[in-house]
């Protein structure tokens, strides 16, 4: 197994090395740029991120230093006449524009070996600051999003499974269906219309993940406000997220059932209990716990950008949109490779996470 471990981290060097010269390239092709949004900014026809999505504008423009610059032509830029072209050189060397493409990629790989991100080319802050800052929220999400997933979706998998084709089979499908087909900033909405204010109750508050006066409540009701907080977001987030897994538990689960060893058992005279969780639910569930190392990074990094949005939750989804949109290439470069990075750990997680449900599995053996 540790020989099978090392080949499989080794492989994440060239596979995450891939990863990020694609992504540079395709920002090498991208429209705009740090130069033309500093050009933007100084003409007065900047609009950030936030004010997109109904919020406050760009923050300061801050020029740190950074090895994970990007695209833009060196020479000229969108709305940069009447600008000296000392002071756009200026501005090329400040950011390391100065430099050939391959050059700046090759800086930015070897900054990143030893995480060393730089700093945000819009906010006066390191992009590990910004990323420690962030991530709390969208840990919140995701976490408690991915637990009440696999909590609903496995026992109702479960039973649909042993009621295939019944009543209850058939009315928790259409329940299924209509939760796999609305998107989750659907559900948020009218959450928010039902009960945060907007047409009917106001049991839930809108905005934020604590209270003003958090500081001031005690340990109980910091956790009360915190729950209260994020129940409107996660709620929206499960709903639009469990029925994926709940087929796929019932699936496994039909798929077992019908297996030689299960009639063997039965004919044994084993209550069905005995043989639905003492012989079928280890081999059923080896696909679904596996995959939850996966689901989690899923949902943490990618499922809760509109919900994070709509309910005004300043996390890593919000952080990512803006630096897209504001081209702070450093930010989008750094949550890039960190995220991938943790992509292919979970990948590894979730095969070691096979091993552990069922010791039978054996990796190396299926590469001899």
């Not at 990007?70 to 072209?85: C, H, I, K, M, V």
């Not at 058992?265 to 716990?289: C, D, P, T, W």
Request: hydrophobic letters at 50%; aromatic letters at 12%.
């Amino acid at each position: 197994m540790l020989a099978y471990i090392l080949r499989r981290l080794l492989l994440m060097i060239p596979t995450l090395f891939g990863i990020m010269v694609l992504n540079f390239a395709v920002i090498q092709f991208a429209p705009g740029g740090p130069i033309e949004q500093i050009i933007a900014e100084i003409q007065g026809t900047a609009v950030g991120a936030t004010s997109r999505i109904g919020g406050s504008g760009a923050g300061d423009v801050s020029g740190g230093q950074s090895g994970s610059v990007t695209s833009g032509s060196e020479n000229s830029y969108r709305g940069a006449q009447g600008l000296d072209p000392e002071f756009i050189k200026e501005l090329e060397k400040q950011f390391g524009f100065d430099k050939p493409a391959h050059e700046r990629f090759f800086l930015m790989m070897k900054n990143y070996l030893v995480f060393d991100f730089g700093n945000s080319y819009f906010r006066d802050e390191s992009v590990v600051n910004l990323v420690l800052e962030k991530l709390p929220v969208s840990i919140s999400l995701g976490l408690w999003t991915t637990l009440l997933v696999y909590l609903i979706s496995i026992p109702l998998g479960i039973k649909k499974a042993v009621k295939d084709g019944s009543r209850f089979d058939i009315w928790t499908s259409s329940l299924v269906i209509v939760g796999n087909a609305i998107p989750s900033f659907l559900f948020a909405v009218a959450l928010i219309v039902f009960f945060a204010g907007g047409s009917y109750l106001d049991w839930f508050p809108l905005r934020g993940l604590t209270s003003e006066n958090f500081e001031e409540l005690s340990l109980f009701g910091k956790i009360a406000d915190y729950f209260w907080h994020i129940a409107l977001p996660v709620t929206a987030m499960v709903i639009g997220g469990f029925a994926a897994l709940t087929q796929l538990t019932k699936n496994s689960f039909l798929d077992q059932i019908s297996q030689q060893y299960v009639l063997t058992a039965k004919a044994k005279g084993l209550s069905e209990q005995r043989v639905l969780y003492g012989h079928v639910f280890r081999n059923a569930m080896l696909i679904v716990i596996a995959g939850f190392p996966s689901a989690f990074i899923g949902i943490l990094f990618t499922g809760s950008l509109l919900i994070e949005v709509i309910f005004s939750l300043d996390g890593l989804g919000l952080l990512g949109f803006e630096a897209a949109i504001n081209r702070d290439y450093p930010v989008i470069f750094a949550t890039v490779y960190v995220f991938a990075l943790l992509g292919l750990i979970m990948n590894l997680i979730g095969d070691l996470t096979y091993t552990l449900i069922d010791p039978r599995i054996d990796f190396e053996a299926r590469e001899a």
